[in-house]
């Protein structure tokens, strides 16, 4: 990744803008985070102007590099020793994290998440839009998971992105929790009981004061952020292309908008049956037998989340929640991939196999086309 921006800039920084988008790094030298320069009014926007970031950034990589970019949540046969920490500006932000924890590992060198903001108003609007994405993210990941395979082989869980993701700071649970949210009734409480107990914790560790009071070290799976006062969702695997991305936006979106319009948070599960589904869900996806009141498996509830997506979606955002119908229907990406790499190894190996399908989803995301 420095390589393309020095490249491209002159220099290396940590980011470059590009007309309505801007890219550039993330943590992993390998993985490029590339975002709009600000909201767009309407999900069709932001599809057409993503999408737009997409083929100027894929031309300049196949041009100057012979490289490709790839979505998904995993990369399928990375090996952790080929990739390694953005050594550049902000370095001292992962060298402090790498006193304590071992980056070396999947969760922190090998996973690319689709991170949604939604903006907030007040305080009190605020806390409940959190409350109720605590209550619904658990079974998100059935929908959206998409890393099924990692160092060239299946692994145990639909989606191993968040399995890593769960473990990669396990010295200081506090951090990441149990990655569905606690409930909260209160921006003070939430600094008290969250960001001051994870920092406590830190500071204990022996960790530099830059990543300490600070609230973008939550690793739950909801998060505030209150400098752009918008509530960050992380629990979704980067998709094949910008349209399936803007899909699972306007399903959570409208959900919310109708959660919040039913003004009572139904059903009241604890964190702790809320937690213990998400296990389920990130091992079986929409398979997972869960606790939840609509269930008894992922599918069920997912499809009682598209029921009041629908009564409360816009007009636009209508048109993209059939593609969430037919995930449904047909599963997950990480289902999608899977079967068809089952399929290719029956006349092939392995490694041959994952080219193959994974050369499609190179061309799903330059043609922002869904892939099943």
């Not at 689709?114 to 605020?126: D, H, R, S, V």
């Not at 959570?252 to 937690?275: D, F, H, K, Q, W």
Request: glycine share 4%; proline share 5%; net charge positive.
């Amino acid at each position: 990744m420095d390589k393309v921006i020095k490249d491209l800039y002159g220099r290396v920084v940590n980011f470059v803008e590009l007309g309505e988008f801007t890219f550039g790094k993330e943590l992993q030298l390998h993985v490029m985070e590339v975002k709009p320069n600000r909201p767009f009014k309407s999900p069709k926007a932001f599809e057409e102007n993503m999408h737009k970031a997409v083929l100027t950034l894929s031309e300049l990589l196949e041009k100057r590099y012979s490289a490709n970019l790839l979505g998904t949540g995993m990369h399928p046969t990375l090996r952790l020793e080929e990739t390694a920490v953005w050594p550049h500006r902000h370095k001292q932000i992962y060298e402090a994290f790498s006193r304590i924890f071992n980056l070396k590992r999947h969760g922190w060198l090998n996973i690319q998440s689709f991170q949604l903001n939604i903006p907030y108003g007040g305080e009190a609007k605020a806390i409940l839009m959190h409350n109720y994405l605590a209550n619904v993210c658990a079974y998100l990941p059935a929908v959206s998971a998409s890393s099924p395979i990692y160092e060239g082989r299946f692994g145990n869980y639909v989606d191993n992105r968040l399995y890593f993701y769960m473990e990669n700071q396990k010295e200081i649970p506090s951090i990441t929790g149990k990655v569905v949210p606690e409930y909260v009734q209160s921006f003070r409480q939430y600094r008290q009981e969250i960001i001051r107990r994870y920092s406590t914790d830190l500071a204990k560790a022996g960790a530099h004061h830059c990543i300490l009071n600070k609230e973008w070290v939550n690793s739950r799976g909801v998060i505030f952020r209150f400098e752009r006062k918008a509530l960050e969702i992380r629990v979704m695997d980067e998709q094949e292309c910008i349209k399936s991305d803007v899909a699972l936006s306007c399903f959570v979106r409208a959900l919310l908008r109708g959660l919040m319009r039913a003004n009572e948070l139904l059903p009241p599960l604890s964190t702790e049956i809320l937690a213990e589904d998400f296990k389920s869900v990130i091992k079986d996806g929409l398979e997972a037998k869960v606790l939840h009141p609509n269930g008894p498996t992922a599918r069920h509830v997912c499809k009682h989340f598209l029921e009041i997506a629908w009564e409360n979606a816009t007009p636009e955002e209508k048109e993209y929640l059939p593609l969430i119908e037919k995930r449904l229907e047909h599963g997950n990406l990480s289902d999608v991939i899977r079967e068809k790499v089952k399929v290719r190894v029956q006349k092939t190996d392995m490694d041959e196999a994952i080219l193959d399908v994974y050369s499609k989803l190179l061309n799903s995301l330059k043609a922002n086309e869904p892939f099943f």
